[in-house]
């Protein structure tokens, strides 16, 4: 065996662990060289998409103490918040609830502000209080309290849509415009065979006090999520913000409105038979169910194997190609922000390929893949999930448990 979940603690501590991400794992798997038990401690696992389900508490500044009793709202750079649970009474700070899903107008929202915030940019608050309005503008450095909570993320696999109907379909699942009619598109999220929970479908690690990344942040998992089922688990996941890093994390906007992109990353320890198995799942195993996206009915299956099993995992741009539209398409439709006519801001891009579906001068080239429907292929045309940022966590988690410095549990309350 390879041990308990301490003897591999022990070896991390001691920089001697046998540590792979997914990916180099789910490869020698493929080839028939699947490590035995005793040649791996540790496999790196994470996911970064769209999760609805992410929100912040904030304690933020607004004014001196005594220019205000209570705050009965406020706003942080036009994103509503709800205020409370504490009052801060005449403290001149709001504790407050922002969620990632909260919109300021129809292309910003709470994912956007948290990226914001995470970069160090400077964001305007604005709070009432009565008939009063009181503004200040901080930076994260300057908000002595910033904990998101991931109240569901990271599923275990999620499922593909489509629009089966005569007309387009307006829907969180599209990117900023509706979906196609008539089986013409797909959309997908999750990264498959690298997904945390794939790799350990049973929880059998993933419990309260594991240790994970939060968009880049270290955290914990404090239990699963809302809506979780035992065939469909999640998880829930806190951290510190001034930890995180803005490429792991933004708003998507969508045909409904802005979403929030959010990453988890963690070590899963292998710790006997039953967790090799867990890590030693592929893309081919994994089920993508393809639902119609106006009824949510099922209407065909289909494997990751589709989605990331031979593609292009980023976008690359020949902006030679590029016609100078007076409106730019692909910036229009880009649900990031990321400027792909300027040449693609790989900190925003998320490689949804809605850029090369858009861009009316072919400058953006990208293999997303195609869903198998009875025998056709659906084409994907907006993936909500990056499974090149997530390689880079896996990585990212690798290197810290090479070094030494990754805590299997976070019982001692380090967040």
Avoid at 135 to 147: K, M
Avoid at 283 to 292: A, G, H, I, R, S
Avoid at 335 to 361: E, H, K
């Amino acid at each position: 065996m390879s041990g308990s979940v301490d003897e591999i603690q022990r070896r991390i501590s001691e920089r001697r662990a046998r540590v792979y991400t997914a990916s180099e794992f789910k490869a020698m798997v493929r080839d028939g060289r699947r490590p035995a038990l005793e040649d791996v401690d540790v496999v790196t696992c994470g996911t970064m998409g769209v999760m609805s389900g992410t929100m912040a508490v904030l304690s933020i500044p607004v004014a001196d103490p005594g220019t205000f009793k209570r705050a009965d709202s406020i706003t942080i750079n036009g994103v509503p918040g709800t205020v409370g649970p504490c009052p801060n009474e005449s403290l001149g700070l709001v504790d407050c609830v922002v969620y990632g899903t909260a919109r300021r107008d129809a292309r910003y929202g709470g994912g956007h502000m948290f990226r914001d915030l995470v970069a160090g940019e400077t964001v305007t608050v604005e709070a009432g209080s009565g008939s009063r309005t009181f503004e200040s503008r901080v930076t994260l450095e300057e908000v002595p309290f910033a904990r998101m909570i991931l109240t569901r993320g990271a599923f275990r696999n999620y499922t593909g849509f489509t629009n089966g109907s005569d007309d387009p379909f307006t829907t969180i699942f599209s990117g900023p415009r509706p979906m196609a009619s008539g089986f013409l598109e797909a959309s997908v999220s999750g990264c498959g065979e690298i997904n945390p929970i794939q790799n350990d479908p049973g929880l059998d690690y993933l419990r309260p006090g594991a240790s994970v990344l939060l968009n880049g942040a270290p955290g914990m998992v404090i239990g699963t999520g809302t809506r979780s089922t035992p065939g469909k688990p999640n998880l829930s996941v806190a951290a510190d913000m001034k930890g995180m890093s803005s490429e792991y994390m933004g708003g998507f906007v969508t045909s409904e409105g802005p979403e929030c992109i959010t990453s988890v990353a963690t070590a899963i320890p292998v710790t006997d038979g039953r967790a090799l198995e867990g890590v030693s799942v592929l893309d081919e195993e994994v089920e993508l169910p393809l639902t119609d996206v106006r009824d949510r009915k099922p209407v065909h299956s289909d494997t990751y194997a589709s989605v990331w099993g031979g593609t292009d995992l980023s976008v690359t741009a020949d902006l030679s190609k590029c016609l100078n539209c007076t409106s730019c398409r692909a910036d229009e439709f880009c649900p990031c922000d990321a400027s792909p006519s300027g040449g693609i801001d790989p900190v925003r891009c998320m490689s949804c390929g809605l850029c090369v579906r858009t861009c009316v001068g072919n400058v953006f080239s990208c293999d997303t893949g195609s869903l198998d429907f009875g025998g056709r292929p659906i084409p994907i045309t907006v993936r909500q999930s990056s499974r090149f940022k997530a390689e880079r966590l896996c990585s990212e988690v690798k290197a810290l448990v090479e070094s030494g410095d990754w805590f299997l549990r976070c019982f001692d309350g380090r967040i």
